[in-house]
């Protein structure tokens, strides 16, 4: 880990960061608007998600490219290659891992319980969209919210909190689940877990070259024969600065990515109970967390954000939340009302950006389309 740490390195993080963020201030208000106006309504959503996949995998391999192209007359060949390597057999190890303990990581913060009840719903939601083996249902405790989770070890999961049961009707509740359900049948998962890697394997190379940039001592010793004189130390820093950048660029696409998948999952959820209940639901859950403060303040900073049907910029789940806000029936509410009202409100392009998930009032004309 001392490769990682120091001072130095922690400056110059933070001014990698500092003009990361300027880049993608600069990305989000003046070039991600415009290209998402002049490109909206031309692609399928598959084809836009292939596009955007694409995006990721060619910014990271041009990001890596360009890396090794200025360590490489430093380094030489051999020991660039073998240096990149190492950074994506260690960052693909770590992902690995996490990958295969989440489900028993879930299951032991959020507290979830097996729910017989719940397996029903799951069982016949599934059935409607082709499973062979519909996943386990779980309850937990928190606000209204869903997901799915699991892996090759252990299995399926779709978890459903308790106060989603008590705010959604049976309909609603069906879509929801089917939502997630489309998680499973697109292996969302797997899909995300890889798509992640790309800017996780720049930001590790960046932070590396930038430390090894100032272990001048070590730089001079092992690659003296190779390095330009006096300049190796900086080109290594330099290299890390643009790796670290590149990281940030890719990990945007990776969350354009993300929201794409969250509109290919409320297909299912309309497939499985009907366009209009996946609506409604959606409506339900945004009239939740913006007219009750103490939901929202309650779900600010979940580290598990990705993982949810409801997720805005400012808006995460969290496991520790147990209140449910007493002295409003969000089931009297006429939800076709809301479902109208929302379809008519107009988002920030900007407020969204560094979002997993996409704003609701999108969600809900996606759904209108007559491809999805």
């Known amino acids: 880990m001392w490769l990682f740490y120091d001072p130095f390195t922690a400056i110059s993080l933070f001014i990698a960061y500092i003009l990361g963020f300027i880049v993608l201030m600069i990305t989000a208000s003046i ?5 998402a ?3 909206a309504g031309r692609f399928t959503l598959q084809t836009s998600m292939l596009i955007i996949g694409l995006l990721v995998v060619i910014s990271g391999l041009a990001g890596v490219g360009l890396t090794a192209y200025l360590i490489g007359g430093l380094l030489g060949g051999e020991v660039t ?26 299951n032991l913060m959020y507290n979830a319980k097996p729910s017989p009840q719940l397996q029903e719903i799951v069982n016949s939601v599934a059935m409607r969209l082709g499973f062979t083996r519909p996943p386990k249902a779980m309850i937990v405790h928190g606000p209204p919210n869903a997901f799915a ?12 909190s308790n106060t989603l049961l008590e705010l959604m ?10 939502h997630e359900l489309g998680h499973h049948k697109h292996r969302d998962n797997a899909v995300m877990l890889f798509m992640g890697l790309i800017p996780s394997v720049l930001y590790f190379l960046g932070v590396t070259l930038i430390r090894l940039g100032f272990i001048s001592g070590y730089a001079r010793t092992v690659y003296s024969d190779r390095r330009r004189e006096g300049n190796g130390g900086f080109i290594l820093v330099l290299a890390g600065i643009i ?24 297909t299912s959820g309309a497939q499985a109970a009907g366009r209009r209940a996946m609506q409604r639901a959606l409506a339900r859950l945004h009239l939740y967390y913006n007219s009750v403060d103490i939901a929202r303040e309650a779900i600010a900073n979940s580290k598990l954000k990705a993982l949810f049907i409801y997720a805005f910029t400012e808006a995460y789940a969290n ?38 998930h996409p704003a609701i009032p999108k969600r809900i004309r996606f759904l209108d389309m007559p491809t999805s």
């Open 31 to 35: 070039i991600a608007p415009r290209v």
């Open 37 to 39: 106006r002049k490109f």
């Open 81 to 106: 290659s073998g240096f990149i390597a190492s950074i994506l057999i260690f960052v693909l190890i770590m992902n690995i891992i996490s990958y295969l303990i989440s489900p028993v990581t879930i």
């Open 149 to 160: 989770y699991g892996n090759i070890l252990f299995g399926r999961y779709v978890a459903v």
């Open 169 to 178: 009707s049976r309909e609603e509740l069906e879509a929801v689940i089917g």
């Open 243 to 266: 790796a670290v950048i590149a990281s940030f660029i890719v990990q945007v696409l990776v969350l354009a990515f993300s929201r794409l998948r969250e509109y290919y999952a409320d």
């Open 319 to 356: 496991p520790f939340y147990r209140r449910y806000p007493s002295g409003i029936n969000f089931r009297d509410i006429d939800i076709d009302e809301i479902v109208e009202k929302l379809k008519r409100v107009e988002v920030n392009d900007i407020n969204e950006f560094f979002s997993t």
